[in-house]
């Protein structure tokens, strides 16, 4: 039976969290949503029945409130259109009517002509009013019908000191459902948009999460010996378990690796000993000078060999074995590229191998001199053992100041590498056979190169090229470009 992903299951949860918080808080707000409404009508009608208390206050006094003159007036008031767009919503006239009671409660006017002479003194906004506090009150029309009730709110009409009686403002609640049911739709929107977005962003943290850790699995199941290792940012925890993976992979690689090694370097060793014993056993007979001459020779040549092989090997394994090998610096990388050549003047002077450098007047890097200046002379010891009699070796720089890196073309006036060979020159181990039927190298030069260039975070091409395709050169040539790119703020 297949498991369900521990990623859907977070993201599942995390769902089902941000869903049910969001609906706790919609249905909590939605329930504030009408109370609070009606708690702004109830205050304007307030201030609304006391201003009109204040205004009618004469007509009581002088007995005018039940004369035809006084309802025109008050329905005119109350007929007159608004044409008034208020939050999104079209109101169109005025929603409210209103009754007067004298002293006793006993109702002297009312704008809808039902209640005249009915005794409200019991009701609630009457009652209190008449007892000098606030009162209101909420009757429904319609027990049957939802929000057909009317809220009402009194006022006391006040002349000279004198209670007169009481005037009271009702407002049916159906006239504010409109601004309630919009809130309620605004409030559902912001939360499914909300809850939108929260569930992208758990589906972002879920995806993270995998992505990293199929990082820390795909390192830890990788066969390569060096395999940079995976570093998370904004998770220590990861970083915790890459760094254990780390030297439990390095103590079981290390049992590999030996024998590896062993059986390589026996392998290597096999060819220049074997030769070197036969030119040994050669001059134990008696030869002429000019053959013990050729044979010793051959011994010196082959013991330098064993010595190069055994140089490169060493410092493939400390590459190899040892991450933290490099130890970084603000370096001219231009001095750098010129003590190299200075190194190598009289063997390429030898071959007659014209140089040709276009560097710029400075040029800073964050580099280890050691390990990159290995990298250069690899590369230099290569072009020449390449570069025919006369032939040309060219350096450019170019900086690229957008990008923080810089790139360093390296040309060898050479013959095309084979098409087979170009996608294995980095390999360990393997090599071509140089020209002028020099002997193969050990095939670590190369790679050394690509993993000190690695470890700095940058990275190395071989391509051939055609006649035309670098300006750089004086003298437009073919042959083979090896292109460095490191960053020039590498922290």
Same mark, same amino acid.
């Given at each position: ?160 000191? #004198?209670?007169?009686?009481?005037? $009271?403002?009702?407002?049916? =609640? /159906?006239?504010? *459902?409109?601004?309630? @049911?919009?809130? %309620? ?14 569930l992208l962003l758990a589906s ?23 395999? #940079?290792?995976?570093?998370?940012? $904004?998770?220590?925890?990861? =970083? /915790?378990?890459? *760094?254990?993976?780390? @030297?439990?992979? %390095? ?42 001459? #050729? ?31 490099l130890e970084f610096q603000i ?118 190169v690509q993993q000190i260039i ?38």
């Amino acid at each position: 039976m297949k498991t369900m992903s521990i990623f859907i299951r977070i993201w599942f949860f995390f769902s089902l969290v941000v869903i049910l918080s969001l609906g706790f808080i919609a249905y909590t707000l939605n329930q504030q949503v009408k109370p609070k409404v009606r708690q702004v009508v109830e205050d304007t009608l307030a201030e609304n029945t006391n201003i009109i208390a204040q205004l009618i206050a004469e007509d009581v006094f002088q007995h005018q409130v039940n004369t035809p003159e006084f309802d025109q007036k008050i329905q005119a008031a109350l007929s007159r259109q608004l044409n008034a767009t208020i939050w999104q919503h079209q109101k169109d006239e005025i929603s409210q009517q209103l009754y007067i009671t004298d002293q006793l409660g006993i109702v002297i006017y009312d704008s809808e002509g039902q209640a005249v002479g009915q005794d409200y003194s019991k009701w609630n906004d009457v009652y209190l009013t008449l007892r000098g506090k606030y009162g209101a009150r909420s009757t429904a029309t319609n027990p049957y019908e939802r929000n057909s009730s009317i809220m009402y709110i009194a006022a006391p009409i006040m002349y000279k000191q #004198q209670l007169l009686g009481v005037l $009271s403002i009702g407002k049916p =609640n /159906q006239s504010v *459902q409109p601004y309630i @049911e919009r809130a %309620e739709q605004q409030l559902i929107s912001q939360a499914l948009w909300i809850a939108a977005l929260s569930l992208l962003l758990a589906s972002m943290v879920a995806y993270w999460l995998k992505h990293s850790i199929d990082k820390v699995r795909r390192y830890a199941q990788a066969l390569a010996p060096v395999n #940079q290792a995976p570093f998370f940012y $904004s998770a220590k925890e990861l =970083n /915790q378990v890459t *760094q254990a993976l780390s @030297e439990m992979r %390095e103590k079981l690689e290390d049992r590999a690796y030996v024998e590896n090694y062993v059986n390589t370097l026996t392998h290597e060793l096999k060819s220049p000993l074997t030769a070197i014993q036969a030119s040994a056993e050669l001059l134990q007979d008696e030869l002429p000078l000019a053959d013990q001459q #050729q044979f010793a020779v051959h011994i010196f040549q082959q013991s330098q060999r064993l010595h190069s092989l055994i140089e490169r090997m060493l410092l493939l394994t400390r590459l190899e074995k040892n991450q933290h090998v490099l130890e970084f610096q603000i370096l001219d990388l231009i001095e750098l590229i010129q003590q190299c050549f200075l190194q190598q003047k009289s063997a390429l002077h030898l071959k007659n191998v014209q140089v040709q450098l276009d560097l710029p007047e400075q040029c800073s890097i964050y580099a280890d001199p050691f390990w990159l200046k290995q990298a250069l002379n690899n590369l230099l010891d290569n072009a020449r053992d390449f570069c025919p009699q006369q032939g040309k070796i060219a350096i450019q720089i170019s900086k690229n100041e957008t990008h923080k890196n810089i790139a360093i073309l390296f040309f060898n006036e050479a013959e095309a590498i084979p098409e087979y060979a170009l996608n294995r020159v980095f390999e360990t181990y393997f090599s071509l056979p140089r020209p002028h039927n020099q002997q193969r190298s050990t095939g670590i030069g190369l790679s050394i190169v690509q993993q000190i260039i690695q470890q700095h975070h940058g990275q190395i091409t071989v391509q051939n090229i055609t006649e035309n395709t670098l300006d750089f050169l004086e003298n437009h040539a073919s042959g083979v470009l090896v292109i460095l790119t490191l960053h020039t703020n590498f922290t």
